[in-house]
């Protein structure tokens, strides 16, 4: 439920109050406390309210992330979605979307569900500027956030070799969530001194061959793939690496029965449109048809073992925090989107920063697999 006070601030802000309504119903509107603010989270699209769209008590609207287009057969998807037009090719980096906003004199980092972060807002100052946010009070940073030590993801890009860096891949105004056109996010990045995700220039359909030879690096280097952008930012697709298709599935196949079918099927495809477009053939093929099988099978099989001999199916990971209670919001912060965490591990690093380190278990994973090894039959 809304309090009233939210209630009539949503209708104010243009939500018409059956779509309220019908919203509250369903919880897909939610009502949450950081530190003292209060604010609401979309968990569905409204009129005017992107999926993930925060609204703050003050009044202030943080739009959704959009959803970025995905192009699976390079050289054609090009064609299709920027005709002739020239786009700018970003880095995408493998890491979790962070909306960065200052709002009642604090500056907070939101997840795309809308989650008011505690280890990415007591971090974020580290490395964006504040003083942005005194001259452009009105803008969003977004970026992702990526490195080894992440509380939401397994591994980070191989360039961030400990801890969790930030990277800035679009600026958008407060309210409409409009995004400023790319060559002005580059420049203030660069004047406020805010890191930015890689850019790897303008190209043109004309320059394919270009991108396939950036594909094939990116990937050789263990990287995720690109986001190809118009100036105006009015078209912008992503396209995934071979390499973060293969090792997207390998993560996945650990906790197997934990994710939707789909999650195999999109990256197993887009591989094999991958290897389609690039007609790769001979030895190159049999490593691809290598590199999957065990990618698919090799973290099942030892999940399948670890249950059978009576152990859970987990995964741990660390995180740099300040303060020692930030650790302990997190796990609160994963109650909240009904995942089991603990704390395992706590290390003072004497700089200002301890490691923790949390254990994550999947007990539906763990429960499948144990009853299929008991012998329960489909
Ligand atoms: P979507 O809703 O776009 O399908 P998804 O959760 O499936 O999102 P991905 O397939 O990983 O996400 O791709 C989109 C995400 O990529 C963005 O939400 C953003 O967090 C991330 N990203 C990394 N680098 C960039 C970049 N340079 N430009 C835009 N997004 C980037």
Excluded at 28 to 48: M, Q
Excluded at 156 to 170: A, N, R
Excluded at 216 to 221: A, K, N, V
Excluded at 240 to 261: C, E, M, Q, R, W
Aim: aromatic share 12%; charged share 30%.
């Amino acid at each position: 439920m809304v309090s009233s006070g939210f209630r009539d601030l949503l209708l104010k802000l243009g939500l018409p109050e059956g779509r309220l309504h019908v919203l509250e119903g369903k919880g897909r509107i939610e009502e949450d406390t950081f530190e003292g603010i209060r604010y609401v989270r979309f968990r569905d699209s409204a009129k005017g309210f992107r999926r993930g769209t925060v609204v703050f008590e003050d009044g202030t609207v943080v739009s959704g992330f959009p959803h970025i287009k995905r192009v699976v057969q390079l050289e054609n998807g090009v064609k299709r979605i920027f005709k002739g037009r020239p786009f700018y090719v970003e880095e995408k980096v493998d890491g979790y979307n962070v909306r960065v906003v200052k709002v009642k004199g604090r500056v907070l980092a939101l997840t795309r569900g809308g989650f008011v972060c505690p280890f990415t807002t007591e971090r974020i100052l580290d490395f964006v500027n504040e003083g942005f946010f005194k001259d452009y009070p009105n803008l969003v940073l977004v970026g992702e956030m990526a490195g080894p030590e992440s509380p939401y993801l397994v591994e980070g890009p191989p360039y961030v070799e400990e801890d969790i860096e930030f990277f800035l891949f679009d600026i958008q105004e407060k309210g409409t969530g409009r995004s400023l056109p790319a060559g002005e996010r580059y420049r203030l990045a660069e004047e406020y001194g805010i890191p930015q995700v890689e850019v790897f220039g303008l190209y043109d359909r004309s320059r394919i061959e270009e991108l396939y030879d950036l594909i094939e690096r990116l990937s050789r280097e263990g990287r995720e793939g690109i986001v190809m952008k118009t100036p105006d930012m009015r078209k912008v697709a992503k396209y995934v690496t071979p390499y973060a298709n293969i090792n997207d599935i390998k993560i996945g196949s650990h906790i197997f029965f934990d994710l939707p079918h789909g999650y195999f099927m999109g990256r197993i495809s887009r591989l094999a449109f991958y290897i389609a477009e690039r007609k790769i053939r001979g030895e190159e093929f049999d490593e691809y048809t290598k590199a999957l099988g065990e990618a698919l099978l090799k973290p099942l099989v030892e999940s399948i073992e670890e249950v059978s001999q009576g152990h859970e199916v987990e995964e741990s990971f660390t995180v740099r925090v300040k303060n020692i209670s930030t650790a302990h919001k997190m796990v609160g912060h994963f109650e909240r989107l009904g995942v089991k965490i603990h704390i395992e591990d706590i290390e003072d690093l004497k700089n200002g920063y301890w490691r923790v380190t949390f254990k994550r278990v999947y007990p539906d994973a763990r429960r499948e697999i144990r009853e299929l090894w008991n012998g329960l039959a489909f």
